[in-house]
C-alpha cells in the first residue's frame, strides 16, 4: 500500500449534509472556508446550542444538562474560527468550565449527565485525564498558562501518574480491566 492511499470517496460532501454543526464548524474552519454562508450557518447553530447556565449540552443535544466535554470542545473550535476569548459566549462558557475543576485539578463530566456503564473512559464523579489534557490545552491556546486553573493541571498531571510513567482514563483507574477487554 502505497504512502498516499486516496480515499474512495470524498467525505466533505457527507460532513456537510450528514455532520453536526460543530463538525461542519472545525471543518469548514480546517479548510479556510468559515467566510462562507454555511460556515456562517454552522457558527451561529453551535453558539444558539449554549445552555442558560453558559455551558453546553450533551452531544449538543438541545434540553441536555451542559457537559464539560461538549463544552471544551465547542471553546477549542470557536476559538479555532476566531471567535474573541472575551466575547459573552466564550467567556461565559469559560467560566462555567472553570467552576468545575476539581480540587486534584482535574475534570470529571458533570454529575447531571448519565453515562453508560460501559463507558470506562469517562467519568462524573472522577477525574478525566484526558479531559483534563483537553481543557489544558485549551487555556494554552487562550494564553491562560499564568492561571492557577492551568497551574493545578500540572500538579494534576503530577500527582496522577502512575508508577510505570502513564496516565489511567480515569483517575484511580490503573487501566483497561482486563475483564472487560475483548481478545482480538
Known amino acids: ?24 464548524l472545525q471543518m469548514l474552519t480546517a479548510i479556510d472556508r468559515l467566510g462562507t454562508k454555511q460556515g456562517f450557518n454552522s457558527l451561529t447553530a453551535v453558539i444558539s ?10 452531544n449538543l443535544q438541545k434540553a441536555q444538562p451542559s ?3 461538549s463544552t471544551y470542545r465547542v471553546l477549542q473550535a470557536l476559538h479555532r474560527a476566531g471567535v474573541d476569548k472575551r466575547s459573552y459566549i466564550m467567556a461565559s462558557a469559560l467560566n462555567w468550565l472553570l467552576k468545575w475543576q476539581e480540587m486534584d485539578g482535574g475534570w470529571h463530566e458533570n454529575i447531571a449527565i448519565t453515562l453508560p456503564e460501559w463507558m470506562t473512559w ?30 493545578r493541571i500540572i500538579d494534576f498531571f503530577k500527582g496522577s501518574e502512575l508508577p510505570n510513567g502513564g496516565w489511567s482514563a480515569v483517575v484511580g483507574q490503573d487501566g483497561p480491566d482486563p475483564d472487560r ?4
Open 67 to 69: 457537559s464539560i466535554k
Open 1 to 24: 500500500m502505497s504512502a498516499r492511499t486516496k480515499l474512495k470517496k470524498n467525505p466533505f460532501p457527507f460532513i456537510l449534509t450528514k455532520g453536526d454543526p460543530l463538525s461542519i
Open 181 to 184: 477487554m475483548e481478545a482480538g
Open 122 to 151: 469517562e467519568s462524573t464523579s472522577q477525574s478525566v485525564t484526558w479531559y483534563t489534557c483537553q481543557i489544558g490545552k485549551l487555556l494554552q491556546q487562550l494564553k491562560m498558562q499564568n492561571t492557577k486553573a492551568f497551574r
Open 49 to 58: 446550542m449554549q445552555n442558560k447556565d453558559s455551558g453546553f449540552p450533551r
